[in-house]
């Protein structure tokens, strides 16, 4: 049953897949304090700074890269008509088996492999229920925007209870190292729940779909049509620019550990997360008409911009004394760059190709990663430029102008909005009606032109 504008309304099914979110991103943020201290304090990770942000470097970079990957078995065992929970649950499985791994390291190395497999799976996971989502969004016939802003609501929402629990199992466990294996509880949870509750509305396979086409159409051709739909080179592209911004967003944070005791930073970051679960929530009250892709991310982008410089440039120019302060103002900034952030996540599911949503969108994720570690290097460069930081021969004197410039460099990529506009999604028959007409008008200049020969 479908609403009067061609979209099917929410189900229970529905919001099954979602609390899926919610779950995984609980799972992925509760042990993430506990894993910290340990590299820090049980690792005397706090000695060598630069090790420590070595080690999360090729920890993180790794399962970035091998995470597209994952999303095509995702994929491919999905076109088998067996789905993605297969998938899913076994990652699952491993990502427990890799906390516990965590909670029995007593050296770097093993702590480094053991962390490095519990972000792995979590990338993948989250790649395999990507996946899921672009599915729904083209069978329910709503926009990437409204799909991906629900998504995103469920993950803040699961990451905003585990910050919110992660104090008190700290406190309970005066172990680390026992409060990491705690948490390997959470992904077990989660695959039993993957089992018993998991939404069963994947669409069946399509292996060999689209055989009505020109029977002298090259294969070749048709798979490169629909492995590489039109507009998606343009969506990478203005991705890979919007990432490579520059923010301030860690310095900022370093600036503000200076000024709050621990406890006070942890409150900060949980009201910047129910910043953006608020933010989040209002934005899908909105009307359909709203919701469109580049208004949105011009509207966005100007708010971010603004809203944040003005924010974080009268607290680190004021520098108040009252922590709440700095609480009030991650909440307003949280909200702010959720919605900013929104329509990137809606261009990687517009932008995956048919029958291979996971590893489509988990590809155009990396492209967007592997802007933002452009982005780090160049906030790295004027950071030192500025002389930034709490060393003898630094200070924050300069630290408003900063966070001014990066976030004036948010409006610069704009401008490439008008190369958004060729990836509007269309229906399913209509993708591969345009397949079949471009493979036609390729075969039969080919024959012209062996006639003409």
Known sequence: MTSGDGMQPWTNRHLAFFVQYLLAAFAQSLPLSAMGLILNVDLDGRAHPEEVNA?????????ALIRPLLGALSDGVRRCNCGRRPVLVLL??????????????????????????VALCTGAAEAVLDGVSV??????GRSATEVQAKSFSFKTAGSLAAFAASPLMLKVFSSHYMAVRVCALVPLATAIATLT??????????VGAGTNAHPGASSGQRQLCRLVPRGAWFGAIFLFVRGAMPTESDTFSGFVSTK?????????????????????????ALPQCRRRLVPTIVATAILSAFVGAAVQCLLAAASPSMPWMYALGAAAVGAVDSLSFL?????????????FEAAGFALLSLILDLGDQASARMASFIVQAFDLGSAEDRSWARLPLFVALCRCAMLLPLPLCALLRGIQPVDDAQADQNCQLETTVNVSGNLDRDAAG
């Open 343 to 355: 329509p990137n996540l809606a261009i990687c599911a517009q932008c995956a190709p048919k029958d």
């Open 92 to 117: 699952q499985v491993i990502w427990a088996l890799g906390l516990v791994q965590a909670s029995v390291s007593r050296t770097r190395w093993g702590y480094f492999v053991a962390y490095t497999a």
């Open 135 to 140: 599915e729904l969004m083209r069978k329910t």
């Open 55 to 63: 080690f999360y470097a090729n920890a993180l970079l790794a399962p």
């Open 197 to 206: 509750t998991f939404p069963a509305f994947e669409l069946p396979g399509r």
């Open 260 to 284: 709050v005791s621990g406890v006070w930073v942890s409150i900060i970051f949980a009201c910047s997360n129910l910043g953006s679960l608020l933010a989040l929530v209002s934005f899908q």
